[in-house]
């Protein structure tokens, strides 16, 4: 499945990026910037939903994590939104859900997002 | 390094680019799937060679040398599954490791995805090239993890 990257203001300095496809060495470049350009404009609450993704690796994590620490810099937020089992299961392996707050709507990840 | 003959061997080498490794792992996709792997088994497995070439991506790239190409070689035994990726760039060793001591980056996320999703990993230099290989075994018949 094609990667896709689409965002969107949901709200002053709150954004949700909805991603699809392939999250990974090649593509995940392309989220980096969407994020950076987003906190740059002062977007530092950021929702990255995964829910179309079927494939996330190492890297995409890596940038996932790059994306919540310069967001927390700017006293800001990154959160996920994730219902697939099978990306969620790398989330835990790697111990990550200890890190990223990981919701299973939009409704639930905008809750208290200030 | 003396590789024996599995039941069934396939080979495929790619360009060492980002845009090709989802190349290798439509390769192992269809591999994996024709052994009496889970669908989860055959999902870690093409999520490890992924981690495996983007790997060897970044070992060649800290180098600073190019990767010109990934091989990865899949030994298809009835039991298990073999798969080599080789990153066929020739950098020299600090401390050359002994053989079959495993030295996989542990500290990189790939490093840690590839140990927890296959069975056997292990990183060895091929004594006729002197290029380094990760090596990761899927035994069949393990269920899902």
């Known amino acids: ?114 | 390094m003396a590789i024996n003959d599995g039941e069934a061997r396939v080979e495929l080498s790619i360009p060492g680019r980002p845009e090709y490794v989802g190349v290798a792992r439509l390769a192992i996709l269809g591999v994996a799937s024709r052994m009496r792997f889970s669908y989860d088994e055959v999902e870690d497995i093409r999520l490890a060679v992924g981690e495996a070439c983007t790997t060897a991506m970044e070992r060649t790239s800290e180098a600073g040398l190019p990767c010109q190409s990934i091989r990865i070689r899949c030994l298809i035994h009835s039991s298990e599954l073999v798969i080599e990726v080789c990153d066929n760039a020739l950098i020299p060793e600090p401390t050359p490791p002994p053989s079959n001591a495993p030295n996989l980056d542990e500290r990189s996320l790939g490093g840690v995805l590839i140990r927890i999703l296959m069975d056997d990993v292990s990183t060895l230099t091929d004594p006729e090239t002197g290029q380094r290989v990760v090596r990761m075994v899927k035994h069949v018949g393990h269920g899902a993890r």
């Open chain 1, 1 to 114: 499945m094609q990667f896709t990257v689409e965002a969107r203001n949901v709200r002053d300095g709150v954004a949700v990026i909805a991603l699809g496809g392939e999250v990974d060495v090649y593509t995940s470049p392309r989220l980096k910037q969407e994020m950076v350009d987003l906190l740059n404009k002062g977007t530092t609450r950021l929702i990255i939903d995964l829910s179309a993704v079927d494939y996330l690796d190492s890297t995409g994590l890596g940038v996932l994590i790059g994306g919540l620490k310069r967001a927390r810099e700017r006293e800001g937020d990154l959160r996920l939104i994730c219902n697939n089992l099978r990306i969620l299961r790398i989330f835990e392996i790697t111990g990550l859900t200890k890190i990223f707050d990981i919701h299973s709507s939009e409704a639930e990840a905008l809750g208290g997002l200030g």
